[in-house]
């Protein structure tokens, strides 16, 4: 039988490719900061409007890294069964990142740094019964369905049907398999289009990544100065978009300078008003997506919760990391990716 880390390897290949957020209603939302209120009167001026209109509401503790949460929201926004049952009542999202420190310090007892954890609560904010998102069943919407209700009425989630059939559980991997690859067709995997002009050019510029591994994506810095596989780079640095805790990604200058930026698999990175010079009318950007980088002999390996979909309104707002001098960067090309600037 396959083992829960395969099964949420799984999970990770065989979700859908998308960038920014995914479509919120009033039955499946975040909890958003908001000024200076606190996660605990967020949450309790939902939980008052959840008891005006008799929906009982489960949070579900997540993060844009945490592949089974983003399979549960696919689920609450596109399943017809899931959605049906949060008509009924609210499922509300907490990401951990957003909330560092308030998230883990709302229930006692209840870890949710592990993710995704489900908790029932009643419209006092008392936690009434709490699971993980993989015990829902996440190979079948119908699993996911019956689970989310049972939470919403505070009962345990059932033993997903296929737990104990390694040939089902095998067919229904293999279904979403084919689900994503019919979803996956087609996608492009760069996209330009122009915010701006004058000599330094703004573009909004996003990657979607269509294939299951994590993969670097190099991208030049001057698009008239395509990157060449024999590139000579004089100095590098890591960064990070102060926008998002996790949003790391590297610079290198030199004969030509570039940006090295690690997209998740079947993910996407969507940056806003990214400087591009070099960019005339009628233009072109090529983009190199690889299968792997490394510096002086070492490869680059990747941050361990990248997210999954990211989304940059200022890339220049970014605080410097490591950085070092003169280097020799090698990388194997997997595809190259142009477009046409108009």
Same mark, same amino acid.
């Given at each position: 039988?396959?083992?829960?880390?395969?099964?949420?390897?799984?999970?990770?290949?065989?979700?859908?490719?998308?960038?920014?957020?995914?479509?919120?209603?009033?039955?499946?939302?975040?909890?958003?900061?908001?000024?200076?209120?606190?996660?605990?009167?967020?949450?309790?001026?939902?939980?008052?409007?959840?008891?005006?209109?008799?929906?009982?509401?489960?949070?579900?503790?997540?993060?844009?890294?945490?592949?089974?949460?983003?399979?549960?929201?696919?689920? =609450?926004?596109? +399943? $017809? %069964? !899931? #959605? *049906? @049952?949060?008509?009924?009542?609210?499922?509300?999202?907490?990401?951990?990142?957003?909330?560092?420190?308030?998230?883990?310090?709302?229930?006692?007892?209840?870890?949710?740094?592990?993710?995704?954890?489900?908790?029932?609560?009643?419209?006092?904010?008392?936690?009434?019964?709490?699971?993980?998102?993989?015990?829902?069943?996440?190979?079948?919407?119908?699993?996911?369905?019956?689970?989310?209700?049972?939470?919403?009425?505070?009962?345990?989630?059932?033993?997903?049907?296929?737990?104990?059939?390694?040939?089902?559980?095998?067919?229904?991997?293999?279904?979403?398999?084919?689900?994503?690859?019919?979803?996956?067709?087609?996608?492009?995997?760069?996209?330009?289009? =122009?915010?701006? +002009? $004058? %000599? !330094? #050019? *703004? @573009?909004?510029?996003?990657?979607?990544?269509?294939?299951?591994?994590?993969?670097?994506?190099?991208?030049?810095?001057?698009?008239?100065?395509?990157?060449?596989?024999?590139?000579?780079?004089?100095?590098?640095?890591?960064?990070?978009?102060?926008?998002?805790?996790?949003?790391?990604?590297?610079?290198?200058?030199?004969?030509?300078?570039?940006?090295?930026?690690?997209?998740?698999?079947?993910?996407?990175?969507?940056?806003?008003?990214?400087?591009?010079?070099?960019?005339?009318?009628?233009?072109?950007?090529?983009?190199?997506?690889?299968?792997?980088?490394?510096?002086?002999?070492?490869?680059?390996?990747?941050?361990?919760?990248?997210?999954?979909?990211?989304?940059?309104?200022?890339?220049?707002?970014?605080?410097?990391?490591?950085?070092?001098?003169?280097?020799?960067?090698?990388?194997?090309?997997?595809?190259?990716?142009?477009?046409?600037?108009?």
């Amino acid at each position: 039988m396959l083992t829960r880390p395969f099964l949420l390897a799984l999970l990770l290949l065989f979700s859908v490719p998308a960038v920014g957020a995914h479509k919120e209603t009033r039955h499946a939302h975040y909890l958003h900061r908001k000024g200076p209120q606190s996660l605990r009167d967020l949450l309790h001026a939902e939980l008052s409007d959840a008891k005006a209109k008799h929906e009982p509401v489960v949070l579900m503790f997540t993060a844009d890294w945490c592949s089974p949460c983003k399979a549960i929201k696919e689920l =609450a926004e596109a +399943s $017809g %069964a !899931v #959605r *049906k @049952v949060l008509d009924k009542g609210r499922l509300i999202y907490i990401d951990v990142d957003e909330w560092r420190g308030p998230a883990q310090a709302l229930f006692q007892g209840i870890d949710v740094s592990k993710l995704p954890t489900l908790v029932s609560v009643d419209f006092d904010g008392r936690a009434q019964r709490n699971c993980f998102g993989t015990d829902l069943g996440l190979l079948s919407e119908d699993a996911v369905a019956v689970n989310l209700e049972r939470m919403l009425n505070s009962q345990a989630p059932n033993k997903p049907f296929y737990a104990d059939k390694p040939d089902v559980e095998k067919q229904l991997i293999q279904h979403q398999g084919q689900a994503q690859w019919l979803k996956s067709k087609g996608v492009p995997t760069l996209e330009v289009a =122009a915010t701006g +002009s $004058g %000599a !330094v #050019r *703004k @573009v909004k510029l996003t990657l979607h990544n269509t294939d299951g591994p994590r993969r670097w994506f190099l991208i030049p810095v001057n698009a008239g100065m395509p990157i060449a596989e024999t590139a000579k780079v004089t100095a590098w640095r890591a960064l990070r978009w102060t926008e998002h805790v996790r949003a790391d990604y590297l610079q290198f200058d030199g004969t030509p300078p570039f940006y090295a930026i690690p997209v998740a698999g079947y993910g996407g990175v969507e940056l806003d008003a990214w400087p591009l010079p070099g960019t005339p009318k009628g233009g072109d950007l090529v983009v190199l997506e690889l299968d792997r980088l490394s510096i002086d002999g070492q490869e680059q390996q990747f941050q361990p919760k990248l997210p999954y979909e990211l989304k940059i309104d200022h890339p220049e707002q970014i605080a410097p990391g490591r950085n070092g001098g003169a280097v020799k960067v090698e990388f194997k090309v997997h595809a190259r990716h142009t477009v046409r600037l108009k």
